[in-house]
T-cell receptor, first 112, second 113 residues
Framework: DAKTTQPPSMDCAEGRAANLPCNHS???????VYWYRQIHSQGPQYIIHGLKNNETNEMASLIITEDRKSSTLILPHATLRDTAVYYCIVRVDGAAGNKLTFGGGTRVLVKP | EAGVAQSPRYKIIEKRQSVAFWCNPISGHATLYWYQQILGQGPKLLIQFQNNGVVDDSQLPKDRFSAERLKGVDSTLKIQPAKLEDSAVYLC???????????FGNGTRLTVT
């Protein structure tokens, strides 16, 4: 699995958009970008994933650069409940043992 | 839909004792995973099942850890004997298929004293 690089921590203001960057410069053509988050004392929660195109769902938007070497997760209106560790993961879908390999993630603190 | 259920929520044991964790995945989910999460780190995969067969157990310490998934539904993870470094949260996850997003339970927090 390709490795990802994320900033260890970031703060953002409640009600503002939170933009979380992720670098995956060694990503392969068949690897998807996945985002999960983990709120304290809970298991990781799936947010969104994409291959090439930008994706949006009720939780967030995922912007993937054209060369696919980096991506940004956007939380459009951050709330205090969005305080969590956010993990960016690249994953080969369809291969044997297509596991999620977690890195250290970005610790996001949403402040009032 | 009901989420992934895990029990117990917390467990404290002494080193060299044995312990077992139980996981009930989301109904219909064929793939089941066990992860270990040490404090301050991201989760690490221990074992992956597809129905009741093992797909990947390359990071499972097989001298002390074992896991089974009878009838392709519930799963148990066992540690015998436990060491101090096994103190961690043990997370179970399931997915509808191998290419689907994983859904995690809230884990079992194990403390080995």
């Amino acid at each position: 699995d390709a490795k990802t690089t994320q900033p260890p921590s970031m703060d953002c203001a409640e009600g503002r958009a939170a933009n979380l960057p992720c670098n995956h410069s060694t990503i392969s053509g068949n690897e998807y970008v996945y985002w999960y988050r983990q709120i304290h004392s809970q298991g990781p929660q799936y947010i969104i994933h994409g291959l090439k195109n930008n994706e949006t769902n009720e939780m967030a938007s995922l912007i993937i650069t054209e060369d696919r070497k980096s991506s940004t997760l956007i939380l459009p209106h951050a709330t205090l409940r969005d305080t969590a560790v956010y993990y960016c993961i690249v994953r080969v879908d369809g291969a044997a043992g297509n596991k999620l390999t977690f890195g250290g993630g970005t610790r996001v603190l949403v402040k009032p | 839909e009901a989420g992934v259920a895990q029990s117990p929520r917390y467990k404290i044991i002494e080193k060299r004792q044995s312990v077992a964790f139980w996981c009930n995945p989301i109904s219909g989910h064929a793939t089941l995973y066990w992860y270990q999460q040490i404090l301050g780190q991201g989760p690490k995969l221990l074992i992956q099942f597809q129905n009741n067969g093992v797909v990947d157990d390359s990071q499972l310490p097989k001298d002390r850890f074992s896991a089974e998934r009878l009838k392709g539904v519930d799963s148990t993870l066992k540690i015998q004997p436990a060491k101090l470094e096994d103190s961690a949260v043990y997370l179970c996850a399931s997915s509808l298929e191998r290419v689907s997003p994983l859904h995690f339970g809230n884990g079992t927090r194990l403390t080995v004293t």
